[in-house]
C-alpha cells in the first residue's frame, strides 16, 4: 500500500515557566492511504501531541514527518465544536468558507454527505435539536467538506454516554471506509482502538515511546460491533492492557 505519512525520531519537549516536559521521544511510524490507525497510551503521554504535530498546530522539537505530495488533512477534535446560531448544514461548511473553498459543487457534495449519512432532515436546524451522536455525525461531515486524505481523530467519542459511543464509534467507522479516508485516532479507550483499526500503536507513559505495534487481522466484513463479539479481540484486549500496564 502507498505510504502517505512517514512520522520519524519525532521528539516534543513542552517548555513552561516553571518546567520542561518531555512529551515525546523517538516516535516512529508510517501510515498508508486507506489505513485505520489508533494511537493508545496512558493519560498525558502525547497522544494529542503527535495529532498536533501532524497538523502543524503545535512545533516538534526535532525529527521529521514526512507527507506525499498533495496530502491534505482535516482535524476532528474530542468536542464537537458545532456554533449553536449556525444550521446544521452551515456548520458543515465553515471548514469550506474559511478556507475560500466554498463553490456551489462543494456545497452540493457536503450536501450529499448529509444525506447519505442521515442528517438531511436535520440541514436547516439548529446543534441544540440533534443528539449528541448526531452532533457527532455532523461534525464527521464537517471533517470530511473539504475532501481531506487523512482525518485526525481526537478521542472523537469520549463525551458521549457508552451505548452512544458505540453506535456513533461504528457510524464513524463506516463512514471514514466507505468514503475511503486514512484515519489516525487518538484514544484512551482500549475497546475502541481494537474495534475501529487495522493497526494500533501503544505507547509508554511519558516521555512517550512506541512499545508495541498491533496489526489487527479481523474478517474484513466486520463492523466494530461484531469486533467486540470475538474471541480475537478479547486476545487484543488482554494483550494492550498488559502493555500499558495499569495498577488500580
Ligand atoms: P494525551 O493526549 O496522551 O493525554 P497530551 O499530548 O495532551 O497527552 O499531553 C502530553 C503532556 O504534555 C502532558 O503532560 C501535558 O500536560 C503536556 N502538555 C500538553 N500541551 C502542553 C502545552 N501546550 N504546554 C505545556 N505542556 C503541555
Not at 54 to 67: A, V
Not at 74 to 94: A, E, G, H, K, V
Not at 218 to 231: A, E, G, N, Y
Request: proline content about 2%; some cysteine.
Amino acid at each position: 500500500m502507498e505510504k502517505i505519512l512517514q512520522v520519524s525520531h519525532l521528539s516534543k519537549k513542552y517548555h513552561t515557566l516553571k518546567e520542561e516536559i518531555e512529551a515525546l521521544k523517538d516516535i516512529n511510524f508510517s501510515v498508508s492511504r486507506g489505513e485505520f490507525i489508533s494511537i493508545v497510551g496512558p493519560s498525558g503521554c502525547g497522544k494529542s501531541t503527535i495529532l498536533s504535530i501532524i497538523d502543524g498546530l503545535f512545533e516538534k522539537s526535532s525529527g521529521e514527518i514526512k507527507m506525499s505530495d498533495n496530502i491534505s488533512i482535516s482535524y476532528m477534535l474530542q468536542d464537537d465544536c458545532l456554533l449553536p446560531f449556525r444550521t446544521i448544514l452551515d456548520n458543515c461548511l465553515i471548514g469550506l468558507e474559511v478556507t475560500g473553498n466554498l463553490t456551489s459543487e462543494s456545497r452540493q457534495y457536503v450536501i450529499h454527505l448529509l444525506k447519505t449519512y442521515g442528517l438531511e432532515k436535520f440541514m436547516d436546524q439548529y446543534p441544540k435539536h440533534l443528539s449528541g451522536g448526531m452532533r457527532q455525525r455532523c461534525a464527521l461531515i464537517r471533517t470530511l467538506a473539504t475532501k481531506p486524505d487523512i482525518l485526525l481523530l481526537d478521542e472523537a467519542t469520549s463525551a458521549l454516554d457508552y451505548q452512544t459511543s458505540l453506535a456513533i464509534s461504528d457510524d464513524i467507522y463506516q463512514i471514514i471506509k466507505k468514503e475511503g479516508k486514512t484515519a489516525i485516532m487518538v484514544t484512551h479507550d482500549i475497546s475502541q482502538a481494537i474495534s475501529m483499526s487495522d493497526r494500533i500503536i501503544v505507547l509508554t507513559k511519558r516521555p512517550a515511546i512506541v512499545k508495541k505495534v498491533y496489526e489487527l487481522s479481523f474478517d474484513s466484513h466486520l463492523t466494530p460491533i461484531q469486533r467486540r463479539k470475538t474471541k480475537d479481540f478479547s486476545s487484543y484486549y488482554d494483550q494492550i492492557w498488559r502493555d500499558l500496564d495499569v495498577h488500580i
